[in-house]
């Protein structure tokens, strides 16, 4: 059974930074797809990046260019360094794990980004 645990969200101020991780229990995490997802209340939950396992990367147009994802196989840990954080970028931010049609799912990780 695959455990997904993200950590390093927080308060934070605009135009700051911060960097998401979620590790992964498991075998099968350098051969899954990895994304980060989020959800801002009374919104739906939406992509924000997506990495294959070949490194492939893909961003939402809101956060192209302040957002970066990367993995580390040997360490079953994807990250989300965040740049030049907004408001709007205030959400609960989840990780999840999919190979072939099965999805996996972090509890999430809270980022606030004041004004």
């Known amino acids: 059974q695959v455990q997904l645990v993200e950590s390093g969200g927080g308060l934070v101020q605009a135009g700051g930074s911060l960097r998401l991780s979620c590790a992964a229990s498991g075998s099968i995490f350098s051969i899954s797809l990895m994304a980060w997802y989020r959800q801002a209340p009374g919104k739906q939950r939406d992509v924000v990046a997506v990495i294959t396992r070949d490194g492939s990367t893909n961003y939402a147009d809101s956060v192209k260019g302040r957002f970066t994802i990367s993995r580390d196989n040997a360490k079953n840990t994807v990250y989300l360094q965040m740049n030049s954080l907004k408001p709007e970028d205030t959400a609960v931010y989840y990780c999840?794990?999919?190979?072939?049609?099965?999805?996996?799912w972090g509890q999430g990780t809270q980022v606030t980004v004041s004004s």
């Open positions: 999840r794990q999919t190979l072939g049609l099965v999805n996996y």
